[in-house]
């Protein structure tokens, strides 16, 4: 049986249309959290979120999720490819990861990023949120 231990959210937009932001080469953040797990041996995190992304059709962009709050590919556990669909219209992406080696700290930070072509646009919603719990008896 698994044991809870914190949950923390970040809401970018709740709404379709922002930020309206065009994605780039560069990673850009849209989400962070952070996550107490001080003294549980083998915490398990739980990552959750959703990204509305608007382009040309078959444009493409990357999520990734990182352990820390700046990018940095070594920190990377978790990356996932998407594609605009046939429509080319707004998509909606949603993504669940789990960091099965986080350490035990006072709070771990995760921060969600997104990158792609630039005709492709970040129009929300946007959100990222995390879970922290272990399977040992507190």
Known sequence: MGVFLDMRSSMNSGTVGQPNVSLGPSPEAFGSIGLQTLGVPNPIITLNGTVGVTGEVGDTFVVELVRGSVYDP?????????????????????????????????????????????????????????????????
């Open 74 to 138: 070594f920190f990377v556990i978790y990356r996932a490819e998407g594609t605009v669909g046939q429509n080319g219209g707004a998509e909606f992406h949603s993504f669940t990861a789990q960091d099965l080696s986080a350490p035990p700290a006072l709070e771990s930070v995760y921060t969600s990023f997104i990158s792609g072509v630039s005709t492709s646009v970040r129009t929300g919603p946007e959100m990222f949120y995390g879970i922290a719990s272990t399977n040992w008896f507190l």
